[in-house]
């Protein structure tokens, strides 16, 4: 069981818990304004994607190459920046903060 | 909370797919707090339509891993599901909708959802054939799946090389059936892609033992005991113990056409999705609209035109002026193989293929009308798709030179032409 935070745009933040699926499907399961997930979660859209809080980095890890690739739409993306249908929610991922991209 | 303007309304969507349920939930954040009513005749909780053909045939998943939104989401927002219900008549006049059992629903506002359905091609014999299949709902993979547990020799006939005809030979493959393709066309994708696009899904699916035939123009299906013979104009048969359909779509525009709507090519509307009745909007794939973009109008069949669609139409129905300007974007999933794809390419004069260096499958196809950049269609190369969708949107002219010389490193300024 993974405890995530999510900070949306308008800075209200929704604590929920997942322990399975992606963040993806977890923050548009709880309904998290900003995450969409048009594609379904075959990193095809970039529509969900979050800046994972610095010192959370070393729980996620960085993006993988597509999904570098697929964050260069977004001209604010950054090195913190993941696309969470690309992130599989397990216990490593527990107390994680995530910021929703605007 | 406070009454509004739209307290006491009632907006009722027509469909319940991308484009229904993603406008359904913008208008409540939008701030319509009228009733939100949702029709569709199919009674699964609205799904994810592409994986159908891709991952959600082969998986074994059920629909409810793979739904759009989850059941509670609907209750929490005040949307009222009316699934497995079918919508006979628009009227339009009366602000009403008149359901299959006789049921009258008034609306203040009216959205229609109603997307496609596939082709059945008038091919002699189709009607009796056994196990013959289309993919367009839950219900038609569930079919599928069950006629591949109860069939031995798992022999399938796909008739159409498209998308949806490719994607569900590869997915198909994989579960151990024999499978075959067989394309009217002299290539496959020809509507949608370039020369080179066709050749290289050709190739992919015969290195998977999947043999793309074209120029097969189905004449006749025979039905024997236990499975369907399909004959074609030149003489050619094959064994089908299941038969897919992948023939294309026909727009779900009745309803509206009878209610006196302007129909062209789909249901026409304006920028704002609305059609020319002021309270009846229409969006995703029954619509014709206007892409400024590309300045003319066009229909699309695509989940992001469903959802753009939605949201333009759920701004204007509470009182703002959005402006729908939009670049298509598609996808497809064949094997280990992500075809991404930018724009419109419609009208092109030149399509250059641009090859990544020591990297097997990886490409891209830059269609160009004049100097002017129409569309990028990317293989296993996300970084073209997206610099194909930025150099699509700013209009900088690109240096073909440089675009086709794999020895320059690929980034935007590199390509820039002076």
């Known amino acids: 069981m993974a405890k995530i935070t999510f900070i949306t745009s308008d800075n209200e933040t929704h604590i929920v818990e997942g322990d399975s699926g992606s963040v993806m499907e977890l923050a548009v399961n709880n309904g998290i304004q900003g995450i969409d997930g048009d594609c379904g979660g075959v990193c095809s859209c970039a529509t969900c994607h979050v800046h994972v809080s610095p010192e959370d980095i070393s729980k996620t890890g960085e ?33 994680i903060v995530l910021r929703v991209a605007k | 909370m406070a009454e509004s303007r739209f307290s006491n309304r009632i907006c009722v969507v027509l469909g319940a797919s991308h484009a229904g ?70 009227n339009k006049e009366a602000h009403t909708i008149i359901l299959e059992d006789g049921d009258v629903q008034p609306y203040d506002k009216l959205v229609i959802a109603t997307g496609a359905r596939p082709i059945i091609p008038p091919i002699p014999g189709i009607d009796t054939s056994k196990n013959v299949f289309l993919i367009r709902s ?22 159409g090389g498209g998308y949806i005809g490719l994607e569900a030979a590869a997915s198909l493959k994989k579960t151990g059936a024999d499978v075959t393709v067989l394309e009217r066309e002299e290539r496959v994708l020809a509507r949608v892609t370039a020369p080179e696009m066709s050749n290289f899904f050709k190739e992919l699916h015969t290195e998977n033992e999947v043999p793309i035939l074209t120029a097969k123009d189905v004449k006749a299906i025979e039905t024997q005991k236990g499975y369907n013979e399909v004959l074609c104009t030149d003489g050619s048969r094959y064994i089908a113990d299941i038969l897919i359909l992948g023939c294309g779509i026909r ?41 400024p973009h590309y300045d003319r109008f066009i229909r699309l069949e695509c989940v992001q035109n469903a959802v753009d669609q939605a949201k ?37 004069d ?62 935007p300024s590199n390509l820039l032409a002076e």
């Open chain 2, 251 to 291: 727009v779900n525009q009745e309803l509206a056409k009878e209610a006196g709507l302007d129909i062209e090519n789909g249901i026409r509307v304006n920028s704002m999705a609305r059609t020319n009745d002021k309270d009846i909007y229409a969006i995703g794939d029954c619509t014709f609209h206007y892409n």
């Open chain 2, 21 to 90: 349920v993603n406008f359904a939930f913008s208008l409540r954040r939008e701030g319509w707090d009228g009733e939100i009513l949702l029709f569709d005749s199919d009674p699964e909780l609205p799904y994810h339509r592409p994986p159908l053909s891709k991952t959600y045939l082969t998986n074994g998943d059920t629909i409810e891993k793979n739904l759009l939104k989850p059941e509670e989401s609907y209750k929490k927002e005040g949307i009222t599901l009316r699934l497995g219900t079918t919508v006979s008549t628009i």
């Open chain 2, 138 to 159: 839950a219900k038609d993979i569930a079919d599928i799946r069950s006629a591949l547990k109860h069939s031995k020799s798992k022999r399938i006939v796909i008739i």
């Open chain 2, 312 to 348: 333009v139409a759920a701004a204007a129905i509470c009182g703002k002026e959005p402006i729908y300007d939009t670049i298509p974007w598609f996808w497809s999933d064949q094997y280990d193989v992500k075809l991404q794809m930018v724009g419109l390419s419609e009208g092109y």
């Open chain 2, 350 to 411: 030149r399509a250059l293929v641009r090859k990544e260096v020591n990297r097997d499958n990886c490409f891209s196809i830059w269609y160009f009308k004049g100097d002017t950049l129409l569309a990028v269609d990317a293989v296993n190369n996300a970084k073209a798709y997206v610099y194909g969708t930025k150099f699509i949107k700013s209009g900088e002219k690109i240096d073909t030179s440089k675009l086709l010389d794999s020895s320059i490193e690929f980034k």
């Open chain 1, 63 to 95: 993006a993988s190459e597509i999904e570098k690739d697929m964050l260069e739409l977004d001209d604010n993306a950054d090195a913190y920046s993941r696309l969470g249908c690309q992130l599989a929610i397990s216990d490593a991922l527990d107390g």
